[in-house]
Structure formats: structure tokens, C-alpha cells
């Protein structure tokens, strides 16, 4: 596997690139899948990407909960500015 690739997909999640890292995390799974396919993935190779996934799915998560949080806030202060009451209809959960 190429090790840059996982660097870049690590640099594009940690700058809020997620699309690019969606697009490398696809290249890098084909490359993957490819291997495997072909018996020359190795266990280091898989463990590589079991920590990459682990990674990346906690950098997600972080992003996800402070977007939430972020959301939530403008929530109450519309409520304390009197936003008009549709406004927490509009409520989503990320």
C-alpha cells in the first residue's frame, strides 16, 4: 500500500476536507481490495488500514458531535432572541 496515500487521507479529514478524503478513502479501499484479490495483502497491510478506519472514524465522530453542539447553540439563542417558534421544527440531528 502507499504510504502517502494514507497521509493525505489523514491530512484531508484533520482540514475538514472531507470530500477529498472521501475520494482518497476510495482509491485507497480499491487499492486495498485489489490486493486482496490478488494474495499480496499482507497482514501489516490490513492493519494498516484497520488503524486508518479507526482514525478516521473517530475524527468524524469529533467533528460530527462539536457540528451538533455548534447547531444546538444557535438553537438556544434563537430561542433567547425570540426566534419565531418554527424555528425549532427545523431541529436536525447530524
Known sequence: MNPARETAIRKAFASR???????LWTQYAED??????????????????????????LVVKC?????????????VAAAYAGAPAHASRTRASL
Not at 497491510?45 to 486508518?52: C, K, Q, T, W
Not at 467533528?63 to 438553537?75: C, D, E, I, P
Request: glycine residues 6%.
Open 63 to 75: 467533528f460530527r458531535s462539536h457540528a451538533q453542539a455548534r447547531l444546538n447553540r444557535t438553537y
Open 32 to 57: 486495498l481490495r485489489v490486493a486482496i484479490e490478488e494474495g499480496s495483502a499482507t497482514p501489516a497491510m490490513m492493519a494498516d488500514a484497520g488503524r486508518l478506519l479507526e482514525w478516521a472514524r
Open 17 to 23: 476536507e472531507f470530500e477529498k478524503g472521501r475520494r
